[in-house]
């Protein structure tokens, strides 16, 4: 009966996908096909297996496609490149590059990959990320389970060339569990995978490997940036921008020591934030016991505060590209008001699935629109004091 049921649910998802591939991503039709087929099957796996269906049908054209051009107030400029939007996808959904193209076909104005390790590991034991669907947030503890860096630059390489003015391809690095010697694993990293990255994140905010964290502190910051950035600097020319990914989990003194030596070792962004170790007292799902980072609308409020006060602390000098609950345009915009360049997302892309794309699209241009502002530029840090010429 089970068996009947569950081939039946098989064959209904497989004809969805199917029809999906043929669709507009933004279109009314595929909404309804993701809403009543793809997203019921995909809630009868455990979010591992999910996760993996998800890469698998973007490494394999198996996503509708962004069909309909973005909004004209949504096109940005991001380290001197011009981008159609500005909302992205933030790392740990494509972790080893598999997918890159599928996902910037869905409308993503950036895509980042990674965290890469240098060697391949295996991560932490499953289970290892769960869902909690009544407080719209995940809580994973992958332990940056990586191919490494040959295999991740193989993948890179057989991509076929991008597309003028497509999205850009980010790559998150970190660092192997048992390395004790992080520095050498990002410098590595650098030189891996610097050749096919728009942008490159040195990644030492995931809470789930072991010391990782304390790289945020200011004289290992200051030591650890400084070697990447002589790496980066050694890259063919023009290298590629240099982001530094923080986690939302600081006191105020080490944001403002973070701010600093970011400026002093000439990062060219930050990327605020990655998952907090915290746990709201909101949470009601089960799960909210599982150890690991908690990410979705919990975390929201908590990264768009990181992001104010980082972009207060470097006084507008550095792109920050804004994370933690974005699931809305309204979410976009309030990031981007309080001092982001640009936003990514995962945990709501877990809950709404590829239509929320083109949704967050929409409502954010609407907004822009509202409040007067002609691009997104005009209207980044348009709610904090530091914004560039109005207060310094
Ligand atoms: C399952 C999962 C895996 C993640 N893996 C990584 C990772 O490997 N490297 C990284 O820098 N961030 C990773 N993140 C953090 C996200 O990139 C993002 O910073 C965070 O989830 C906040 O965004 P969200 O609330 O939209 O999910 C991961 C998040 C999730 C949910």
């Keep these: 009966m089970l068996g009947r049921a569950l ?51 973007a490494a394999h054209g198996l996503l509708p496609r962004a069909k309909t051009a973005d909004d004209a107030v949504l096109r940005t400029t991001l380290f001197g490149r011009s981008v159609p939007n500005p909302v992205g996808l933030a790392a740990g959904f494509d972790k080893h590059g598999e997918a890159v193209d599928g996902l910037l076909g869905i409308g993503f104005g950036l895509v980042e990959i990674g965290s890469v390790t240098p060697k391949p590991q295996p991560g932490n034991a499953k289970p ?80 789930n490997t072991p010391g990782l964290r304390a790289l945020q502190r200011r004289d290992d910051l200051k030591q650890l940036l400084r070697a990447v950035r002589t790496a980066v600097d050694a890259l063919p020319s023009p290298p590629p921008p240099l982001l530094l990914k923080i986690a939302p989990d600081l006191s105020a003194a080490e944001k403002a020591d973070i701010a600093a030596v970011a400026l002093g070792e000439r990062v060219d962004g930050l990327i ?95 907004l822009l629109k509202a409040d007067g502002f002609a691009s997104v530029a005009d209207a980044v840090g348009a709610d904090s004091k530091a914004k560039k010429g109005r207060w310094f």
């Design 7 to 57: 081939a039946g649910t098989a064959t209904a998802t497989a004809a969805a996908v199917a029809a999906s591939t043929q669709l507009d991503v933004g279109g009314e039709a595929y909404s309804t096909l993701y809403s009543t087929a793809v997203a019921p099957a995909l809630r009868l796996l455990d979010a591992e297996t999910a996760h993996r269906a998800g890469v698998f049908a």
């Design 128 to 207: 290892r990320v769960f869902r909690l669907p009544e407080d719209r947030a995940v809580i994973n503890r992958y332990g940056f389970n990586s191919v490494g860096h040959a295999d991740a630059a193989e993948l890179l390489r057989a991509r076929p060339a991008a597309a003028p003015g497509a999205g850009l391809l980010g790559v998150n690095l970190g660092k192997n569990k048992t390395s004790d010697d992080a520095a050498a694993d990002y410098v590595a990293g650098v030189r891996a995978l610097g050749g096919f990255a728009d942008y490159l994140v040195v990644n030492v905010s995931s809470p």
């Design 272 to 366: 605020v934030s990655n998952t907090t170790i915290s746990r709201p007292p909101t949470l009601a799902a089960a799960a909210k016991t599982e150890g690991g980072g908690l990410s979705g609308a919990p975390l929201r409020d908590l990264a768009t505060e990181t992001v104010r006060d980082m972009y207060a602390l470097t006084r507008g000098k550095l792109t920050i590209v804004g994370a933690g609950g974005v699931g809305s345009g309204r979410d976009a915009y309030d990031k981007i008001r309080a001092g982001a360049s640009a936003v990514q997302l995962y945990t709501a892309l877990v809950y709404d699935g590829p239509p929320l794309v083109p949704r967050i699209k929409s409502e954010l241009a609407a």
